[in-house]
């Protein structure tokens, strides 16, 4: 479907052979893998045109760029407000969680960026809709502040519930 997407002009030929190559590095990378690593930095992709990934790249012509809004907040904001679908009683290493805790890794590891998280108000919590296992990875290695995509139709009521939270402008 990808190669289909690329012919027909709607995905970019270079960026999708780029993640296709990463994730081959990042299969080899795994094999020999035998701990996590000790210290990751989390690296975030801020382009508009990649938001489509915080849904595990699925159908970019149905996630647009300019319908999400990014903030910035601190994790512990987010942290204490999640719901209980979107928190974890076990850490990102855990083999329930490792798979795919990896690609990330790796991506990090490489100084790679990856796509914000998604999340949405629901009632009083916060609810992650994309990009679970990245959140708590950046969570597990301590991340202090970091950026998340909203859905620009649900912007005041997370801003609501995240008073402290401060709207930053993606690139292009």
């Given at each position: 479907m990808t190669a289909m997407f690329v012919v027909e002009?709607?995905?970019?030929?270079e960026f999708e052979v780029t993640l296709a190559d990463v994730e081959k590095q990042c299969c080899k990378w795994t094999e020999t893998l035998e701990r996590p690593p000790s210290d990751l930095k989390a690296e975030w992709d801020?382009?508009?045109?990649?938001?489509?990934?915080?849904?595990?790249?699925?159908?970019?012509?149905?996630?647009?760029?300019?319908d999400?809004?990014?903030?910035?907040?601190?994790?512990?904001?987010?942290?204490?407000?999640?719901?209980?679908?979107?928190?974890?009683?076990?850490?990102?290493?855990?083999?329930?969680?490792?798979?795919?805790?990896?690609?990330?890794a790796f991506r990090w590891l490489n100084g790679l960026p990856v796509t914000p998280?998604?999340?949405?108000?629901?009632?009083?919590?916060i609810a992650i809709v994309g990009g679970n296992h990245r959140y708590h990875l950046a969570h597990y290695y301590q991340t202090k502040?970091?950026?998340?995509?909203?859905?620009?139709e649900n912007l005041a009521s997370v801003l609501d519930l995240l008073p402290n939270a401060v709207r930053i402008e993606p690139a292009a």
């Open positions: 002009g709607k995905r970019d030929e801020l382009d508009r045109a990649h938001f489509y990934l915080a849904h595990d790249g699925e159908h970019p012509a149905l996630h647009p760029g300019n999400y809004a990014l903030i910035e907040v601190a994790v512990a904001d987010v942290h204490e407000k999640l719901t209980y679908q979107s928190s974890r009683d076990k850490d990102s290493w855990d083999e329930q969680y490792r798979g795919r805790s990896l690609g990330t998280p998604l999340i949405a108000r629901v009632g009083d919590e502040r970091m950026p998340f995509l909203v859905l620009k």
